[in-house]
Each structure stands twice: as C-alpha cells, then as structure tokens.
C-alpha cells in the first residue's frame, strides 16, 4: 500500500482551497487526482493551467490522444476518467477501447491520431516516417502535431502521478482490454 492520501479541502493551502471550491462548482466533485497534485503548493495551479491552455485539438481529438497515451502508460485512473470523459464527447464504449489501442476503425482521421499519438508515447518521440506522414495525410498540421505533443506531456504527467501514487479511482472504471495475438 503506498502512502499517498487524498487530501480534502481542510489539508490544502489556502490557494489550494479556492481551485477545490471552483472545481466542485464546475464538476461537482474535486477528482482525486487533481486533489493528489494539491500536496503540493503549487502543482495544481500549475497543472490547470498547462492541462487547460488553448489547443488546436477539439475536445474529441483531446480525448483521442487522452485515451491512447493513458493505455500506453498503464494508468488505470486516467483510463477511467477519460472513457467518462469521451462519451461525454461523443464516443461509444466500444470507441473508447479502440481508442486506447491507438486505433480508430471508425474514423479515419482519430485512426490516424490515435496511432501517432501511440507511438509518440511509446517510442518517447522515435516515430517511423509511415506514422508521421499517416498523421500528415489525414489531414492533421504542424500546428496539430506540436499540439498533440504538448497534450501527450499533459497526460503523461498525470498518468505518472497516478501510477507512483496509486490513489483511489473515483470514476467508473475502464474495461480491461482484450490481449490480441498477432
């Protein structure tokens, strides 16, 4: 068991406090994990801002890069919240677990995002050229891929968080994923 507690409200510093109160507006719950980042003065703040900046990415494309760099990195709480957050956004269950493979037979397009953010992820920037021009071919900008990027960083930030930490999921959880044999 690791030693990482949520802290509530009453154990966080004042600025700690007001970011809680607005996020429970917002959300109606301060999610643990943004509650983990508050052991620290100055993370959360720091975090919200990077995690909330201006992007080229729409909400969906987001969750695409979300949802197959949290596979990638193997954290269970960022599987969940972003499966929550990408029906949200439009996408079906089944979508979801496409998705955090890297693939997307649905669409072109997040097939081809979701597959360069993958291998973004897993091969810590070392991408083939076929990634890279499959990315370019669907349609996707120099712009869009320093956007992914910097979304990538974002995620994996929290997802290493999570992982070190291992603090309770209070999202539905994610469906485990089917191994394939190839």
Do not use: W
Not at 160 to 166: A, D, K, P, S, W
């Amino acid at each position: 068991m690791r030693p990482f507690d949520v802290p509530t409200r009453d154990e966080v510093t004042e600025q700690n406090q007001q970011i809680f109160d607005d996020l429970k507006s917002k959300l109606d719950f301060v999610p643990n994990i943004y509650a983990t980042y508050a052991h620290s003065d100055n993370a959360l703040a720091r975090y919200l801002t990077f995690a909330n900046g201006k992007t080229s990415l729409n909400n969906k494309e987001k969750e695409v890069v979300n949802l197959a760099v949290s596979q990638v990195n193997g954290c269970t709480y960022c599987q969940a919240a972003h499966t929550a957050i990408g029906k949200m956004n439009g996408f079906s269950e089944d979508q979801t677990i496409e998705l955090r493979k890297g693939e997307a037979s649905f669409n072109e397009k997040f097939d081809a995002l979701a597959g360069f953010a993958k291998s973004v992820a897993e091969n810590r920037g070392r991408i083939s050229d076929d990634v890279l021009q499959n990315f370019f071919d669907a349609g996707y900008s120099k712009e869009n891929l320093v956007d992914v990027i910097v979304t990538i960083g974002d995620k994996t930030t929290t997802n290493l968080l999570h992982n070190v930490t291992e603090i309770p999921i209070d999202f539905p959880e994610a469906p485990e994923l089917k191994e394939t044999v190839s």
